[in-house]
């Protein structure tokens, strides 16, 4: 099994800057891969940035540009860089981790989160 910790979330304001960690543990193979999602209230989760352990990323239309994701494989541990942050970028965020296969897909993951909270206000 694997466990996520993750760190960094907070209240900004538009424009503003955060950065969010996530540690993975346990049971962590050669390749995997981590992303961050996101749920606002009311709304369905959905992907924000996912990166495997060889560095190949990919980020959601809404984000780019202003997300960056990064890795550091020795201390498996992803990061997001969250730059001009607007009030629709408010929900609670969430790791994943899945040992097979960088996808959108929620139901693929093997492990979550708790979730940290980012808000923006206007």
């Known amino acids: 099994q694997v466990q996520l910790v993750e760190s960094g979330g907070g209240s900004v304001q538009a424009g503003g800057s955060l950065r969010l960690s996530c540690a993975a543990y346990?049971?962590?193979?050669?390749?995997?891969?981590m992303g961050w999602f996101r749920q606002a209230p009311g709304k369905e989760r959905e992907g924000v940035a996912l990166i495997d352990t060889v560095g190949s990323a990919t980020s959601a239309d809404s984000v780019k540009g202003r997300f960056t994701i990064s890795q550091d494989s020795a201390k498996s541990t992803v990061y997001l860089q969250m730059n001009n942050l607007k009030p629709e970028d408010t929900a609670m965020y969430y790791c994943?981790?899945?040992?097979?296969?960088?996808?959108?897909?929620?139901?693929?993951?093997?492990?979550w989160g708790q979730g940290t909270l980012v808000t923006v206000s206007a």
């Open positions: 994943g981790f899945v040992y097979r296969g960088c996808t959108w897909a929620l139901n693929a993951f093997n492990a």
């Open positions: 346990g049971y962590i193979y050669s390749w995997y891969c």
